[in-house]
């Protein structure tokens, strides 16, 4: 077997895997900060399971690397899970390989606001999230934060992702400002995902519709040509003389 084709089968291989260990990932990381008094015991097995899991990221980016023809090219187009990998400071987007689930649903999906209620429903979702569980668990500590909790946490994304953002909450630290550049970010993205499956609904509605009124004119210029043929050929036919019956 080819090292192309051995690539493509370890791809097909571990996509779902790895999407479950990511999702493992966000319990692990997010359930510490959203429950800050849990047991130390439990504490330490998150952890843990965060290291393992990282692990399993590294070495799923090493082998992929190392099964890759142009290296090079393959770290160009893979910088940002090398980042991810590489700075603790952005251990949360690890979760996001989450996305990939999407892509699985979406082939399932054939209409295309079907395709965009999918992707914009779980990416919002996942990324909301992933953001306020990040900017808690950097602003919590801080004594003059305006984020102590979780409903601060996803008030914040909620008004930061749709670019409303009202200012009453807002991280200091140097890891929440980072999670909120990742959301502004991320929430430009979606809007525009967003607009362009509007856009494209309206224009594949409108060709329709012209197609549709289109395709009404051909049959009623055909219908109206019938019937003017029909009163030709009713004009050229002669009448027949009336009967008359016979007296007994």
Same mark, same amino acid.
């Given at each position: 077997?080819?090292?192309?084709?051995?690539?493509?089968?370890?791809?097909?291989?571990?996509?779902?895997?790895?999407?479950?260990?990511?999702?493992?990932?966000?319990?692990?990381?997010?359930?510490?900060?959203?429950?800050?008094?849990?047991?130390?015991?439990?504490?330490?097995?998150?952890?843990?399971?965060? #290291? &393992?899991?990282? *692990? +399993?990221? !590294?070495?799923?980016? %090493?082998?992929? /690397?190392?099964?890759? @023809?142009?290296?090079?090219? $393959?770290?160009?187009?893979? #910088? &940002?899970?090398? *980042? +991810?990998? !590489?700075?603790?400071? %952005?251990?949360? /987007?690890?979760?996001? @390989?989450?996305?990939?689930? $999407?892509?699985?649903?979406?082939?399932?999906?054939?209409?295309?606001?079907?395709?965009?209620?999918?992707?914009?429903?779980?990416?919002?979702?996942?990324?909301?999230?992933?953001?306020?569980?990040?900017?808690?668990?950097?602003?919590?500590?801080?004594?003059?934060?305006?984020?102590?909790?979780?409903?601060?946490?996803?008030?914040?994304?909620?008004?930061?992702?749709?670019?409303?953002?009202?200012?009453?909450?807002?991280?200091?630290?140097?890891?929440?400002?980072?999670?909120?550049?990742?959301?502004?970010?991320?929430?430009?993205?979606?809007?525009?995902?967003?607009?362009?499956?509007?856009?494209?609904?309206?224009?594949?509605?409108?060709?329709?519709?012209?197609?549709?009124?289109?395709?009404?004119?051909?049959?009623?210029?055909?219908?109206?040509?019938?019937?003017?043929?029909?009163?030709?050929?009713?004009?050229?036919?002669?009448?027949?003389?009336?009967?008359?019956?016979?007296?007994?």
């Amino acid at each position: 077997m080819g090292r192309d084709a051995f690539a493509e089968r370890y791809q097909r291989a571990v996509e779902w895997p790895l999407t479950g260990v990511a999702v493992l990932f966000l319990v692990a990381y997010s359930w510490p900060v959203l429950e800050p008094g849990m047991a130390g015991s439990v504490r330490r097995v998150c952890s843990v399971a965060t #290291v &393992v899991i990282w *692990v +399993v990221f !590294a070495g799923d980016f %090493l082998l992929r /690397l190392g099964l890759a @023809r142009r290296r090079m090219r $393959f770290l160009r187009e893979h #910088v &940002v899970d090398l *980042v +991810v990998l !590489a700075l603790p400071l %952005l251990r949360p /987007l690890r979760a996001l @390989r989450v996305v990939t689930a $999407f892509g699985q649903l979406n082939r399932r999906a054939a209409s295309l606001r079907g395709r965009a209620m999918v992707y914009v429903v779980g990416g919002v979702g996942l990324l909301g999230f992933t953001s306020a569980v990040a900017v808690l668990d950097a602003e919590r500590s801080q004594p003059s934060a305006s984020i102590k909790n979780f409903g601060d946490a996803t008030w914040w994304a909620v008004t930061t992702i749709t670019t409303v953002g009202y200012g009453d909450r807002y991280p200091i630290t140097g890891a929440g400002r980072v999670a909120g550049v990742g959301l502004m970010l991320g929430g430009v993205a979606l809007l525009g995902v967003v607009t362009a499956a509007l856009a494209s609904w309206f224009v594949e509605h409108v060709s329709r519709q012209e197609r549709e009124e289109a395709d009404l004119r051909v049959q009623v210029s055909a219908l109206v040509e019938e019937v003017r043929a029909l009163r030709v050929e009713l004009r050229r036919t002669p009448s027949e003389p009336p009967v008359v019956g016979s007296v007994g």
